[in-house]
Structures are given as C-alpha cells and as structure tokens.
C-alpha cells in the first residue's frame, strides 16, 4: 500500500516562502511521476507541479510558474515543493499526489494516490 504523507504547511506572510514535503513508502518511488495540487475552500482542485520519476523533467501551473519550483530526493523517496514570493491567493491546502494512469500530468484522475493534504495559509 502506498502512503503519502506531507508536511511544511503553515502561515506565511505574503512575499514570504515556504516548503513542503511530501515523504513517500510502499512503492518504487524513483520510477513514479509525482505532482502537487492544491485546493482552496470551494474551488476545484487545482494543479501545481508535476516531475517525473528521474527528476529530469518539471512542469509549473501557469499561476505558480516563476514563483514555485518542485524537486524530489529519490534516496530519501521525498519531493518537495519549494514556494517563494507566496501570495494571498496562494492560500489552500497542498496535497502530493503519485501518478499511476497514463492521462495527462495536469489531470487529478491521472493520479492513484494522495496524501492527506497540509494547509497554507498566506496573510496580507
């Protein structure tokens, strides 16, 4: 069984950063694609950031593109999701996700397993 759990969430003011984590078990980690999405109260889930398994490729939602870089440890099965110059409207809880389906990367049914999420909240 695949577990998936993230950490880093918290407050920040808006200019500031943060990063996540997200720490991965039960799977052969370097071979998975993996992504972040993130969510804010009564809106769609919303794609962040795809990498694939080795790393050497990174995708960036438009909104995040610039601001927000992903990167993973396959020795430490962990990626992250570095956030800089973080804005309100950045606020939303932050989930990792593995991708199992062969759709499209910015696509949440492309992936078969989530962790339980950790909350970003950005002050103005």
Excluded at 11 to 35: K, N, P, W, Y
Excluded at 46 to 72: L, N, P, W
Aim: proline share 2%.
């Amino acid at each position: 069984q695949v577990q998936l759990v993230e950490s880093g969430g918290g407050l920040v003011q808006a200019g500031g950063s943060l990063r996540l984590s997200c720490a991965a078990s039960g799977r052969t980690f370097s071979s998975t694609a993996m992504g972040w999405f993130r969510q804010a109260p009564g809106k769609e889930r919303e794609f962040v950031a795809h990498i694939s398994g080795s790393g050497g490729r990174t995708y960036y939602g438009d909104s995040v593109k610039g601001r927000f870089t992903i990167s993973r440890d396959n020795a430490k099965n962990t990626v992250y999701l570095q956030m800089n110059s973080l804005k309100f409207e950045d606020t939303a809880d932050y989930y990792c996700a593995l991708q199992v389906y062969s759709g499209a990367y910015y696509y949440p049914d492309s992936y078969g397993y989530w962790g339980q999420g950790t909350q970003v909240t950005v002050s103005s």
